[in-house]
């Protein structure tokens, strides 16, 4: 099924080109959820509530940009919709309690490629993880995650700033990375 | 940045391998979602075609009153043969219509004799006109003039009958010629005036009675039930670790025990539940119904009286760290100085929304089974929680959950005598949500059974 007709049968709330939607990107929006939220369980329900909102408001997309792109901000939105609900998020996102938050070096998987990343970005403090989720990932201006988050644009800044160094810190000490100064090339080690 | 890593690239690596990332929901994950797209459709579907047969029962019902009730102007009287009716008729006058009141007596004396044979509705218009012209002139009491018509004769075509010019002119025509043979029978006028003065009481009477009887209301589809229900209450038990980061995982008496039954010695006690509802009756079978209903549950946990001791509470948690509510009790759950009975107290308020649907029975006996949904509110509670090691019970009112859902059926007989309409039956009684809210990490379910009885009276 082509992209058009899998939107005009969604349109038409036919189950058939429901699910071949829900095949087609699940897969990489359920990925989005697993970075935002706590583990499997809950990315699975912010899946399953994103795609709800995306089969219900399907009428409004309108053809002006990618329909990856659109689902994905509505999944985006859904997660932080859900983790804002949970009141230590908030806490999390503070600048205070963040400078505190340390990760246990134990507590480091033994991963692999893509999925070795997106591990590492889950190790972050909740945050952190967030933060770096919305700039480095999905591309969103430290203006539109203060909107988003309601915490003061460098409130944001200074989130990202520590999550990407905390986040550096793990990807070389799991030698993901390696620093610059031991090879000409940051990310030399890494297999493309 | 103190390595003077590149930020872009640095950026551009992270989203090209996160990017790269992709997980698999499971099959169960497409299915909510498919549920709660299309379950809506289904339950408009199913609703919308319940209503519409509700509604041609209804509207069934109603058009068989309706042909009772136009009936009803034509009611049976207790002197009349079986096939004939009475109608109640209210006199007009036209002057042009005015006419010797002799020759009118005289149509009229025949008119209360002919109509009793009258079996063409036209003719009966035609005649009823006349008799209301004669009535005028003559100083019969008007309102007291009836006519005996068959049964298929309606009001409604008597009078599209009287309104029409074509039967006025047939009147006069008629009027003109019977006076002119009433006159030549002069002498034969003055039994007959007699005879109709005898009649008046009777007329009267019956005229009494056929206003009477066209006023009779139709029966309200509204009833008024009270009822009562003595219970008995259990409970089930199910694990509620929802995280990973619950503090309980790391007891060992909790640990991947999901059969918390097993741990802990409880039995039912009798409640008592007490109701009105307002039911609706849609149809003959199908009847609707909402309310109050007052429930009061409660079981005992058998206990240890012990010394005051911690009580540690998990609680689920979506953060990295668990959270726990410490108590102190003197109540364990295994062993102590004294064997000691706690009882878990429930009083809530509900309202109960759900059917009635009629199997079986005539007017008088009948069996029925009800269904209700009760969104419920927790007006009080005295409810002992288990510790996380399971070896204390404490008190925490705030995790107790206040709002919750129960479901009930039931099954009753009913016997309706005098108009009053008397149930028992057994019922069953189910709470959809845990009795604590979900940071606990046990879940309990109230099941009750009991019997119900109850009285109803349709509403005027």
Not at chain 1, 54 to 64: A, D, E, G, K
Not at chain 1, 109 to 130: D, N
Not at chain 1, 165 to 190: C, H, N, W, Y
Not at chain 2, 88 to 112: D, G, K, R, W, Y
Request: proline share 4%.
């Amino acid at each position: 099924m082509t992209e058009e007709s899998i939107l005009q049968g969604c349109l038409r709330n036919e189950s058939i080109a429901q699910k071949e939607l829900y095949n087609r990107y699940s897969p990489k929006m359920l990925a989005v959820c697993y970075r935002f939220g706590h583990n499997r369980e809950d990315a699975e329900d912010m899946l399953q509530e994103g795609f709800i909102k995306v089969f219900s408001q399907i009428h409004t997309f309108r053809n002006q940009g990618a329909f990856e792109g659109w689902i994905r901000r509505i999944i985006v939105h859904t997660c932080i919709n859900n983790l804002k609900k949970n009141k230590k998020f908030s806490e999390s996102v503070d600048l205070i309690h963040a400078t505190t938050m340390q990760v246990r070096e134990e507590s480091v998987p033994s991963i692999v490629q893509a999925k070795q990343v997106v591990e590492c970005i889950r190790l972050l403090p909740l945050g952190y993880r967030t933060v770096l989720n919305l700039y480095a990932i999905e591309g969103y201006s430290h203006k539109e995650i203060s909107g988003m988050l309601e915490i003061e644009e460098s409130t944001s800044r200074s989130q990202y700033t520590r999550a990407k160094q905390m986040l550096e810190d793990i990807l070389i000490r799991k030698k993901i990375l390696q620093k610059p100064k031991e090879k000409s090339g940051f990310f030399a080690s890494f297999g493309k | 940045m103190e390595r003077d890593f590149n930020n872009d690239e640095f950026e551009v690596f992270l989203k090209q391998k996160a990017d790269q990332c992709k997980i698999y929901p499971s099959e169960k994950s497409w299915k909510t979602v498919h549920n709660a797209l299309h379950s809506r459709w289904k339950f408009l579907t199913f609703g919308g075609s319940l209503l519409f047969l509700s509604g041609l029962f209804f509207f069934g019902n109603h058009f068989n009153t309706g042909k009772s009730s136009n009936s009803a102007a034509v009611n049976k009287t207790p002197g009349s043969q079986n096939n004939s009716v009475v109608i109640p008729f209210t006199p007009s006058f036209t002057p042009s219509n005015a006419i010797n009141p002799l020759a009118s007596n005289q149509v009229q004396s025949n008119e209360s004799r002919g109509f009793s044979s009258l079996k063409n509705p036209v003719q009966a218009g035609a005649i009823a006109r006349n008799s209301e012209q004669s009535t005028v002139n003559s100083n019969v009491d008007a309102s007291a003039r009836l006519i005996k018509l068959q049964p298929s004769l309606l009001i409604n075509d008597l009078i599209s009958e009287r309104m029409s010019e074509r039967d006025d002119v047939a009147f006069d025509k008629l009027m003109n010629e019977e006076s002119n043979l009433f006159a030549a029978d002069k002498m034969l006028i003055t039994p007959l005036l007699e005879e109709k003065a005898a009649k008046q009481g009777e007329i009267k009477w019956l005229k009494e009675m056929s206003i009477n009887n066209i006023n009779l209301k139709k029966k309200s589809p509204f009833n008024l039930q009270f009822y009562f229900s003595p219970s008995v209450t259990y409970r089930r038990l199910a694990d509620n670790k929802s995280s990973s980061h619950s503090n309980q995982q790391t007891i060992p008496l909790s640990s991947n025990n999901s059969n918390i039954d097993k741990y802990v010695d409880h039995k039912p006690s009798v409640g008592a539940g007490i109701g009105s509802n307002i039911l609706f009756s849609a149809s003959r079978n199908l009847t609707f119904k909402t309310g109050l209903q007052l429930n009061y549950s409660r079981y005992t946990i058998k206990a240890y009286k012990s010394y005051l001791q911690k009580a540690s509470i998990a609680l689920n948690s979506l953060g990295p760290v668990g959270d726990t509510i410490t108590a102190y009790t003197s109540f364990r759950n295994f062993s102590g100085y004294s064997p000691e009975e706690l009882q878990n107290q429930y009083l809530q308020l509900s309202v109960p929304i759900g059917a009635e649907l009629k199997l079986l029975g005539n007017k008088r006996l009948q069996f029925t089974v009800a269904g209700t949904v009760q969104p419920t509110y927790l007006l009080l509670n005295d409810t002992y929680l288990l510790s996380s090691d399971y070896a204390n019970y404490a008190k925490e009112p705030s995790l107790v959950r206040k709002w919750n859902v129960h479901t009930s059926m039931e099954a009753f007989v009913s016997y309706n005598v005098g108009g009053i309409r008397w149930q028992i039956g057994p019922q069953f009684r189910y709470q959809l949500l845990s009795s604590y809210n979900d940071r606990y990490t046990i879940r309990e379910y109230l099941i009750e059974y009991g019997f119900r009885v109850g009285v109803s009276k349709t509403l005027r």
